[in-house]
Structures are given as structure tokens and as C-alpha cells.
């Protein structure tokens, strides 16, 4: 007969697989980062070399991958207390926290140091402020503390256009403001309207998202109010002269539809077991919304620079 200590297998902990390092940087998040920003690249006037083009992409998407990594270290206990978020690498236990913080840090400063060796020094500072402002400033400042957290820390998402903007122009003008400007007001209704049937997760871990602090109501309100000054915002590239009638009538068409879905959601009272079908809608269209009106910047961009309008 064999001994306890030869007929018991002693568990083993095997490391975290590559795609919980991946899972940690967001990819769906990554891929409308990475898209706004190869927007911003290609409707920028001048022209990149194909490589450096490549190389500011790649930095950007670091850049977003590790700051993203970052925001889950910090608030891996918050996600172990919401269902949305509990299946994550660190809240299910499948990675060391360390392990996931250090891996953070080292792909955002390797995104920032690459962009500014092999692009250009102001378009790595800009990351850099962006991956502090998402990573220090709105994970760890804002979102415990106001229900503006969405608000103010929307600025974060807002900077690739102009990172990929700056890598090809090297300065920044009104355009690339615009176009930051126009996902910093996009923001709070696109996730608003996910966090409006979410809220009971962010109650339960006590995060002060507005439909928990201030009411669904006051909510959809805000919503509706950001949608209207959301129209003319979009459009403003175009009044400025900044791009062509095709984009002009793109970002007319696709604010309006984004608006007049945010009216059901503004006048109306969430039911008990209400599926919450209009906001859920809203929340669709506001992912293809930014999609299509910056493919909308780009076509027009190619469209003007090869002769066919303007």
C-alpha cells in the first residue's frame, strides 16, 4: 500500500495563458480605439510613411491595451463583485494581480517611448496624457468618488483621432480638437445607456454611476440633452471648412438617428421586469454610430483628395 504523499497529486498552479493577457486589454474597447485612431491618421492632409503609419497604430493600440490593463488591476475587486465582470482574469482568479500590473505598465510605456522614437515626441505625449488620464485620473479618481466619473473621465477615449491626427501633421489644430471634442460628448450617452441596465451591479460594489446617484430619470434626461448638442459638434468639421459635404451629411444623418433614439429612452419610466429594449437599442447605435461617422471622415477625406468633391 502506497502512502498518502504518493497517492495524493499535489495541485499545481499553471500561469495565466496569453489570452487572459490579451482578455485584460479590452479588444472590443481596442478595436473602436484603434479604428478612430487610423481615422485620424488617414484624414489627417499630408501623408506617413506606411511603417511609421503602422507603428503610431500599434503604439495607440498599446497604449489603450495597457491602460485598460491597468484599470482592471486596480478595480479587480470591484469586478469580482458584478456579474458583468466577475468571469475576468483577476476577479476569477486565473492571473496574480502583480503579474497583470506589471504587464500594464510595461506595454503603456513601451507605447509611449516606441511612438516617440519612431513617430514623433508630441504625439507620444498625448498618449502618454491619455493612458494617465484613463488609467490614474478617471479609474482611480473619478469613478469612486462622482457621478460626473463618465463625464470628465470621457476625455480618455477621446484622444486617439488626435494622436492619429498629430502623428501625421505633427501639430495640433482645430480639427483634431474637433474630433475630440466629438467623442468626449458621445461618451456619456453611449454608456449611459449601457449603465441603465447595469446599475444594479454598479450599486451593489458602490459605484457612483449617475443612474445609481442621481436616478434613471435625471439619466435619461442628461442623455437626451447630450444628444442634441451632439449634433451640431459632429457636424462641425464641416462648418469650419475642415471636410466636405459627403461627411457633413453623414454626421447630419447618423446625430439625428442617434437622437431620436434617445427620445423613447428620455420619456419613459423603466417597468418591473422590463427588458429595457429602447435604451439597449440606443446602446447599439451608439457603437455603430462613432464607427460609421469616422469612416464617413476618411471617405471623405479620399474622396476630396482625389479630385471627385470640393
Known amino acids: 500500500m502506497q502512502p498518502d504523499s504518493m497517492t495524493q497529486a499535489t495541485p499545481i498552479q499553471l500561469p495565466a495563458e496569453w489570452r487572459d493577457f490579451f482578455a485584460l486589454t479590452k479588444p472590443r474597447v481596442?478595436?473602436?480605439?484603434?479604428?478612430t485612431g487610423l481615422c485620424g491618421l488617414l484624414a489627417a492632409p499630408g501623408s506617413i510613411n506606411p511603417v511609421i503609419g503602422f507603428t503610431a497604430i500599434l503604439c495607440i493600440a498599446l497604449g489603450a491595451g495597457g491602460s485598460a490593463v491597468i484599470n482592471q488591476w486596480w478595480e479587480a475587486d470591484i469586478d469580482a463583485g458584478?456579474?458583468?465582470?466577475?468571469?475576468?482574469?483577476?476577479?476569477?482568479?486565473?492571473?496574480?494581480r502583480t503579474d497583470a500590473r506589471d504587464f500594464g505598465i510595461l506595454i503603456s510605456v513601451a507605447s509611449v517611448l516606441i511612438m516617440?522614437?519612431?513617430?514623433?515626441?508630441l504625439a507620444s505625449i498625448i498618449l502618454a496624457v491619455a493612458i494617465v488620464y484613463y488609467a490614474v485620473i478617471y479609474t482611480m479618481w473619478l469613478k469612486p468618488r462622482t457621478p460626473q466619473n463618465i463625464v470628465i473621465g470621457g476625455g480618455a477615449g477621446a484622444f486617439p483621432p488626435m494622436i492619429g491626427w498629430v502623428a501625421v501633421t505633427g501639430d495640433v489644430t482645430l480639427m483634431p480638437v474637433l474630433l475630440f471634442?466629438?467623442?468626449f460628448m458621445w461618451t456619456p450617452p453611449h454608456f449611459w445607456a449601457l449603465a441603465l441596465f447595469v446599475k444594479t451591479d454598479y450599486a451593489n460594489v458602490g459605484i457612483p454611476m449617475m443612474p445609481v446617484v442621481k436616478g434613471e430619470k435625471s439619466t435619461?434626461?442628461?442623455?437626451?440633452?447630450?444628444?442634441?448638442a451632439l449634433v451640431p459638434v459632429a457636424a462641425a468639421p464641416w462648418f469650419i471648412g475642415g471636410t466636405e459635404y459627403v461627411y457633413g451629411i453623414a454626421s447630419l444623418a447618423?446625430?439625428?438617428a442617434f437622437l431620436a433614439l434617445?427620445?423613447?429612452v428620455a420619456f419613459?419610466?423603466?417597468?418591473?421586469?422590463?427588458k429595457m429594449v429602447p435604451e439597449k437599442r440606443m446602446f447599439a447605435f451608439s457603437v455603430f454610430y462613432l464607427f460609421a461617422l469616422f469612416a464617413a471622415l476618411v471617405v471623405d477625406r479620399l474622396l476630396a483628395a482625389n479630385g471627385v468633391i470640393g
Open 220 to 228: 435619461r434626461l442628461q442623455m437626451l440633452a447630450y444628444c442634441v
Open 254 to 256: 447618423l446625430s439625428l
Open 268 to 274: 419613459r419610466t423603466a417597468g418591473e421586469g422590463d
Open 30 to 35: 481596442m478595436t473602436l480605439v484603434i479604428f
Open 82 to 96: 458584478m456579474k458583468r465582470t466577475a468571469n475576468r482574469p483577476l476577479p476569477s482568479g486565473r492571473m496574480n
Open 181 to 183: 471634442t466629438i467623442i
Open 116 to 121: 516617440g522614437v519612431a513617430v514623433n515626441w
Open 262 to 264: 434617445s427620445v423613447p
